[in-house]
């Protein structure tokens, strides 16, 4: 058998609720609306927690915000077939682990994944079945400003960034890729469409803890 059919049955039997793929670049907003749907519903959502080869920026906790490990580890793993999907940006490598994801439905959480437009091609050739949500800025100019004043980035790994959205915005229009892409131009109203198409959902979770 090989190792993507056992995958795919690997992730069939993973139980609970459909889970949500968001994907949009690094200023977009996508961060800030993830944060506010966790505070809001903290009961019915659980973080997939990344792994990544790149090391943590200030503030960030290993376990939380990402499984910051060695290029050696990480790559052992993904031969072991234990990422969902991975992928390279940088210079460094990012993924989802198949732990990661049974460790949140084993809690009967909604499983929030976080990948790149890579990850969503991977994740399209899986039987995982999540939702799959873009969040991208109103344009190229507003994530220069915004990525600019957040003052993390050198000149270098921004202009990177900024390369990375425009392709990232130009896959993001194929037909049938995504079930909603959500232009953050005003946080209220990109928060209420993304509640909105994660309703039932939601009610399914909500109905499945007091049951």
Same mark, same amino acid.
Request: proline fraction near 4%.
């Given at each position: 058998?090989?190792?993507?059919?056992?995958?795919?049955?690997?992730?069939?039997?993973?139980?609970?609720?459909?889970?949500?793929?968001?994907?949009?670049?690094?200023?977009?907003?996508?961060?800030?609306?993830?944060?506010?749907?966790?505070?809001?519903?903290?009961?019915?959502?659980?973080?997939?927690?990344?792994?990544?080869?790149?090391?943590?920026?200030?503030?960030?906790?290993?376990?939380?915000?990402?499984?910051?490990?060695?290029?050696?580890?990480?790559? =052992? %793993?993904?031969?072991?077939?234990?990422? @969902?999907?991975?992928?390279?940006?940088?210079?460094?490598? #990012?993924?989802?682990? $198949? *732990?990661?994801?049974?460790?949140?439905?084993?809690?009967?959480?909604?499983?929030?994944?976080?990948?790149?437009?890579?990850?969503?091609?991977?994740?399209?050739?899986?039987?995982?079945?999540?939702?799959?949500?873009?969040?991208?800025?109103?344009?190229?100019?507003?994530?220069?400003?915004?990525?600019?004043?957040?003052?993390?980035?050198?000149?270098?790994?921004l202009q990177k960034r900024l390369n990375a959205a425009c392709i990232?915005?130009?896959?993001? =229009? %194929?037909?049938?890729?995504?079930?909603? @892409?959500?232009?953050?131009?005003?946080?209220?109203?990109? #928060?209420?469409?993304? $509640? *909105?198409?994660?309703?039932?959902?939601?009610?399914?979770?909500?109905?499945?803890?007091?049951?």
């Amino acid at each position: 058998m090989t190792w993507r059919r056992l995958l795919s049955r690997a992730l069939a039997a993973m139980t609970g609720p459909r889970p949500v793929v968001l994907t949009g670049p690094s200023g977009a907003g996508k961060s800030t609306l993830l944060k506010k749907l966790m505070k809001d519903y903290e009961n019915v959502f659980g973080f997939s927690v990344s792994h990544t080869t790149r090391q943590p920026r200030p503030g960030e906790v290993n376990g939380k915000d990402y499984h910051f490990v060695t290029r050696e580890e990480m790559q =052992k %793993e993904v031969s072991a077939g234990g990422f @969902i999907e991975h992928a390279e940006f940088s210079g460094n490598m #990012y993924g989802t682990s $198949k *732990a990661a994801v049974q460790a949140v439905q084993a809690q009967n959480l909604i499983c929030i994944l976080d990948v790149d437009m890579q990850g969503v091609k991977n994740l399209k050739k899986t039987d995982l079945h999540p939702i799959y949500i873009s969040v991208q800025p109103p344009s190229i100019e507003t994530l220069e400003k915004r990525l600019r004043d957040r003052q993390t980035e050198t000149e270098e790994s921004l202009q990177k960034r900024l390369n990375a959205a425009c392709i990232d915005m130009e896959l993001s =229009k %194929e037909p049938g890729l995504f079930d909603l @892409i959500i232009i953050n131009n005003d946080l209220e109203e990109a #928060y209420s469409k993304l $509640k *909105a198409i994660l309703a039932e959902e939601i009610q399914k979770a909500q109905e499945s803890t007091k049951s």
